[in-house]
Each structure stands twice: as C-alpha cells, then as structure tokens.
C-alpha cells in the first residue's frame, strides 16, 4: 500500500494519473503538479498544482503548496520522446540540436528544477522515497541497438541526476531513497507509435504500470538509492 500522502510532478502524465488513481484509492491524500490545468477526469480530492511554466522562480511557489500535504512519496514523471517536433532519431544525420535541447529540457531540466526545489523536503523528511521515472534505454551499457540520440542521451543524463543527488542526499539523510526507474513498455501517448512490433505480452495497460511502480515503491529498500531500477525491482546497470 503507498504511503498516506503522494506528490506527483508531471501528473498528467497518463502513468501518473494511474499511480493517482490507485492512491487515492487506497486513502491516501494526492497531489499533483502539472504544467497542464486539472484534468477533466482528474478526482475533485486531489490537491492540483498548475505550474505552467517550470521555471525556479515559477516552480518555488507550487512545490511549497505541494509539500503542505507532507508527501512520503513523490514521482516525477516528466518525459518526451516524440512531439509535434519530431520523431526519434534513426540516425545522427537526423539530429537536430533544437530538438534535442527541448528533450534535454523536459526529461533533465525539469526534473532537476523540481529536485533541487525539493532538496531541503528530501534530506529533512524520514524514509521519503523518491521514484523518477526514466527509461532503460538511457542505460549505457545496456545499448545494443543504437538510435534515439537525443530521448536516450536526455535519459542518461537523468540517470546520473539521480545517481548523484543520491550521494549528496544519504550525507544528510541515510533514510532517504531516490531511483530512476524505467516503467516498462506502456500503453501511452508517448509509446503509441511504437506499438506495432512488440512481443507478446511486453505492452502493459497505464493501470498495471502504477500497480508495478508502487510494489516496488513499497518493497525499496535505502540499499538501492542512486539506482536506475527496472519496472520489477530489479537493478538495471547505468
Ligand atoms: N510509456 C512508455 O512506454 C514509457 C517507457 C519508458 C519510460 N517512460 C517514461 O515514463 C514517464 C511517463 O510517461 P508516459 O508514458 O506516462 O507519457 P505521457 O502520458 O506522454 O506523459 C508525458 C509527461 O511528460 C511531461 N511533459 C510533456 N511535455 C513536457 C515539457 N515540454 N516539459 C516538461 N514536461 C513535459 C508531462 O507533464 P505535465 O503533467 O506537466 O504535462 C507528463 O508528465 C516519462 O518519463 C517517460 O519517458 C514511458
């Protein structure tokens, strides 16, 4: 069972807004921070936080309101892989540096933003656990096929984000626990493109994803801070 009060940043992300729904299932108190205004189908109970524009001086304000509820669990589900923008790419030729900053900015920046918003919250509150959700393709030594420069370069770099507050965290909370985690293929906006392919039973509803994140939210142990973690639990190499 989760923790009695969750944040989740990004939460209109449709594997956040299923991690909400069985929270607050359960009775815990939600709330959510998103640059999108409350979604429709969004439960009137939870506390929603608009922050349109991330930015340090926008994003203070919204993360104070958030951390009122005193979360014990807080996801960050920010992340892009295509856009109106554009595709992934297949090759280096395709890469297109305007591209690959605004991946850089909503998969690492953002996600650094609100972390170092949160940092006090993180180091002065017992055995909070911090789950981001990040992707195994972002794993260096686990890339055997190539491509999607800029989607898995933003992830690598989230990875070592995590990895490194992790450190700097446990010097001022040893209960504290930070992972990236990858959520598994997941029947979303962002997956729906590259559905067609897929082995039996690899695509999983939004809905199961959350059950899996939050039995490995439940079942994360300190040992593991700093980890990118696959969506079972266990250790994926960076
Ligand atoms: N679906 C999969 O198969 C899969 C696989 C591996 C990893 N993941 C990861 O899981 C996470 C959630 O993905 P999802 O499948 O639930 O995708 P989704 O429904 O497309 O959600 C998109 C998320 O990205 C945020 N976002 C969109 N544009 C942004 C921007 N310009 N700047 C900052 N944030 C922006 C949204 O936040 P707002 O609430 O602020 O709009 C939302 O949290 C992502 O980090 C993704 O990389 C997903």
Same mark, same amino acid.
């Given at each position: 069972?989760?923790?009695?009060?969750?944040?989740?940043?990004?939460?209109?992300?449709?594997?956040?807004?299923?991690?909400?729904?069985?929270? +607050?299932?359960?009775?815990?108190?939600?709330?959510?921070?998103?640059?999108?205004?409350?979604?429709?189908?969004?439960?009137?109970?939870?506390?929603?936080?608009?922050?349109?524009?991330?930015?340090?001086?926008?994003?203070?304000?919204?993360?104070?309101?958030?951390?009122?509820?005193?979360?014990?669990?807080?996801?960050?589900?920010?992340?892009?892989?295509?856009?109106?923008?554009?595709?992934?790419?297949?090759?280096?030729?395709?890469?297109?540096?305007?591209?690959?900053?605004?991946?850089?900015? +909503?998969?690492?920046?953002?996600?650094?933003?609100? *972390?170092?918003?949160?940092?006090?919250?993180?180091?002065?509150?017992?055995?909070?656990?911090?789950?981001?959700?990040?992707?195994?393709?972002?794993?260096?030594?686990?890339?055997?096929?190539?491509?999607?420069?800029?989607?898995? =370069?933003?992830?690598?770099?989230?990875? =070592?984000?995590?990895?490194?507050?992790?450190?700097?965290?446990?010097?001022?909370?040893? +209960?504290?626990?930070?992972?990236?985690?990858?959520?598994?293929?997941?029947?979303?906006?962002?997956?729906?493109?590259?559905?067609?392919?897929?082995?039996?039973?690899?695509?999983?509803?939004? +809905?199961?994803?959350?059950?899996?994140?939050?039995?490995?939210?439940?079942?994360?142990?300190?040992?593991?801070?700093?980890? *990118?973690?696959?969506?079972?639990?266990?250790?994926?190499?960076?």
């Amino acid at each position: 069972m989760a923790g009695n009060s969750i944040l989740i940043i990004g939460g209109s992300s449709a594997i956040g807004q299923a991690i909400a729904k069985q929270c +607050s299932a359960t009775g815990a108190t939600v709330s959510v921070i998103s640059r999108r205004p409350r979604l429709q189908q969004a439960n009137p109970e939870w506390h929603w936080f608009q922050d349109e524009t991330p930015t340090e001086k926008n994003s203070e304000q919204h993360i104070r309101a958030a951390l009122k509820y005193k979360p014990s669990t807080i996801f960050i589900c920010n992340g892009v892989l295509h856009d109106s923008l554009g595709m992934p790419e297949k090759t280096i030729r395709q890469l297109d540096t305007a591209i690959l900053a605004q991946r850089l900015e +909503s998969n690492l920046i953002v996600p650094a933003l609100y *972390l170092k918003l949160l940092f006090r919250y993180i180091t002065t509150t017992k055995n909070i656990k911090v789950l981001v959700l990040s992707a195994k393709i972002g794993s260096i030594s686990d890339n055997g096929l190539g491509g999607w420069y800029s989607y898995r =370069m933003s992830k690598a770099a989230l990875n =070592m984000l995590v990895k490194n507050l992790s450190i700097e965290v446990a010097r001022l909370n040893n +209960s504290a626990c930070i992972v990236a985690i990858h959520p598994g293929t997941t029947d979303t906006p962002l997956s729906i493109p590259f559905q067609k392919n897929l082995p039996d039973g690899q695509l999983q509803t939004a +809905s199961n994803t959350a059950t899996r994140m939050l039995m490995v939210r439940e079942q994360l142990l300190v040992s593991k801070s700093g980890a *990118l973690l696959n969506w079972d639990g266990s250790i994926i190499e960076h």
